[in-house]
């Protein structure tokens, strides 16, 4: 065991770990597009494992690393879906390089109505922000039910198939990258002073009306090329597709890989979906156990696995002599 | 301007079930400052098991009342203590989330349970008056009755009884008030109970009012009336019910002269500017900041 741990010690100090297992991911990725090594249900599962992982990294920003309460990120999802999917069927189709800026372009309508979202988080947190965002991804689901343009409650159908496994993964690499960069600059520790004592870190004069519009506006663009990436996977979306129980799903991931973690959010975001995957078979019971699941985390274990811990890969260099492992 | 009474009434039935709602979320915020997202599903289930009962046998409706309110509140008090009462001393958001996911267990065990939606059975005979052009029922007649009894009752407790000045002594500061004797458990269980008690009769009344019920009413109703209790206030008792009667009538004005399609947007929207405008509601108060 002592072996083991002095492996893994050692293990956690690898710099180039992190690029290798990119890059590999990246040949498999590749590969996988044009030789059958893996069947199409494990390749729509790892898509959705992908996806979920932007979702749950994104979310824990805000929700993990700032502490604020948001359940409103199936509506900067249903954004990113919805922009992405008008562009790829109704104003671009048929162009084949349309679908990476189609995604960008979900993920920046997603990211402007974050930025609204920021500015009223101005005033009010805690309890108030959590009903804002509830209401935010009401008005959403309501909005679109109402635009006969975008198939109003049926949903928009016909969407291509455009989400291969190297966009995910391509896409999981841009979100990780950005978020990690941006917890161990200068905002994130402003970020996480919010989540402290707002009001201390404001009397320090710390930015923490520039730090939260940042954190909202990256969190929401992430959520809406998540949301991108989904509707060109499922390629059917509907309003009620982005409904709270989409969010319940995020927040289960976040909580349970554990807040304030990257590494965490991507463990909850891997458990979550092969956990959803194995319960296919209880139907509606497993809409039960998910919340029950969440109820049970809170009350057991409120930080999640990993915690406000991080995996030593994902620090940079100079967060390393503090000695934090694994 | 017969058309226009004619909704007014049914704006001050809607409000009164959502009024009656909104108490429940107010009060429990009011002592624990805490969202009960699950007391939607409360709603929701007040509405069901007046159905479970009614299968059964068939009462009298003073009787199905008392039932279902008592039912409701053992099931609002029962939650409080498995799963917000250990997490009391935890950040607040892990309860908000721990409500969240309440919710959702309660909705989602009535949908497995009962998947499709149920048509509620009548259990009185309800007549019909005409007072120049415009109709009331005894129904309607009996729901805003029994929520505005209710209410008074609820007024009465809190301004006059011991058990209401404990509360509002909880609610004004709770960490000095358990050190004058009060038993806080016993005050907060109790006001989980009495919350949830009004949420269930809501539900029925709702389910009388709109006879057909299913699963998805406790988010569809239960969250408006949470829209109701922040707009007049979050934690303000007299704010809640002005805010259920304010939402009650925007509903029905929404949908007496828009798509109905339309009346979840309008009030969310509601919600959102008064939020904006006033981030503590109409009628609460900022708390204070304290580093």
């Excluded at chain 2, 935890?90 to 939606?117: F, K, M, Q």
Aim: proline share 4%; net charge positive.
């Amino acid at each position: 065991l002592t072996r083991l741990r002095k492996f893994l010690t050692s293990a956690s100090r690898w710099r180039w770990a992190l690029p290798a297992l990119v890059v590999a991911s990246f040949v498999f990725a590749f590969l996988s597009e044009n030789y059958p090594l893996i069947n199409t249900y494990t390749q729509f599962v790892l898509v959705t494992v992908g996806i979920n992982i932007i979702l749950s990294t994104s979310l824990n920003l805000v929700n993990g690393y700032m502490g604020e309460f948001s359940v409103g990120h199936a509506g900067f999802m249903s954004l990113g879906a919805y922009a992405s999917a008008v562009l790829t069927t109704k104003w671009l189709p048929d162009i084949p390089w349309a679908f990476f800026p189609s995604v960008l372009f979900g993920g920046m309508v997603a990211a402007l109505i974050g930025f609204l979202l920021a500015l009223l988080s101005f005033k009010t947190r805690g309890d108030y922000l959590a009903i804002i965002t509830l209401a935010f991804l009401m008005i959403v689901k309501s909005a679109f039910e109402n635009i006969p343009y975008v198939g109003g409650p049926r949903g928009l159908l016909g969407i291509d198939k455009q989400t291969t496994l190297p966009w995910t993964l391509f896409w999981v690499v841009v979100t990780l990258w950005m978020i990690r960069n941006l917890v161990y600059s200068k905002f994130g520790r402003a970020v996480a002073a919010i989540r402290e004592d707002e009001i201390a870190a404001n009397a320090m004069g710390v930015r923490t009306r520039e730090a939260k519009i940042l954190a909202f506006v990256v969190s929401s663009f992430s959520g809406g090329v998540a949301g991108a990436l989904f509707a060109h996977q499922i390629q059917f979306i509907n309003p009620s597709s982005f409904d709270i129980l989409k969010s319940t799903e995020i927040l289960v991931m976040v909580y349970l890989g554990g807040i304030g973690s990257l590494a965490g959010s991507i463990l909850g975001a891997v458990i979550f979906t092969f956990t959803a995957q194995a319960l296919q078979p209880l139907g509606t019971w497993r809409m039960v156990v998910m919340p029950l699941i969440l109820v049970l985390l809170m009350l057991f274990r409120p930080r999640g696995i990993m915690g406000l811990r991080e995996l030593t890969w994902f620090l940079p260099e100079r967060e390393l002599s503090k000695g934090q492992l694994v | 301007v017969i058309y226009l009474i004619q909704q007014a009434i049914n704006a001050v039935q809607l409000g009164s079930i959502y009024a009656l709602i909104a108490l429940g979320y107010s009060m429990v915020y009011g002592v624990l400052t805490m969202i009960n997202f699950a007391h939607g599903d409360i709603f929701m289930v007040g509405a069901f098991f007046c159905l479970l009962v009614a299968s059964f046998i068939s009462l009298p409706f003073a009787v199905m009342l008392i039932i279902v309110m008592v039912a409701t509140g053992l099931l609002g008090a029962f939650i409080e203590r498995v799963a917000y009462r250990p997490l009391r001393q935890a950040p607040r958001v892990s309860a908000v989330i721990t409500a969240l996911g309440c919710g959702l267990v309660i909705e989602n065990t009535t949908l497995s349970l009962s998947p499709y939606a149920k048509p509620m059975p009548t259990l009185f005979r309800s007549e019909s008056f005409h007072f120049f052009g415009v109709t009331v029922s005894t129904l309607q007649i009996l729901i805003i009755g029994v929520a505005v009894v209710l209410m008074a009752g609820l007024d009465f407790l809190i301004r006059k009884t011991s058990y209401g000045i404990a509360m509002r002594a909880i609610s004004f500061d709770a960490a000095t008030v358990p050190l004058m004797g009060v038993p806080v458990n016993r005050v907060i269980s109790l006001t989980f109970f009495i919350g949830a008690g009004l949420g269930g009769a809501a539900g029925m009344l709702y389910g009388l009012a709109y006879p057909v019920i299913s699963a998805s009413m406790g988010i569809l109703v239960g969250w408006k009336a949470f829209v109701a209790a922040v707009i007049g206030g979050i934690g303000s008792i007299r704010g809640a019910v002005l805010g259920g009667f304010l939402l009650g009538a925007v509903e029905v004005m929404s949908v007496a002269f828009l798509p109905s399609t339309y009346r979840d947007l309008i009030s969310y929207s509601l919600l959102l500017v008064i939020l904006i405008f006033k981030p503590y509601g109409l009628l609460g108060s900022a708390p204070n900041q304290k580093v």
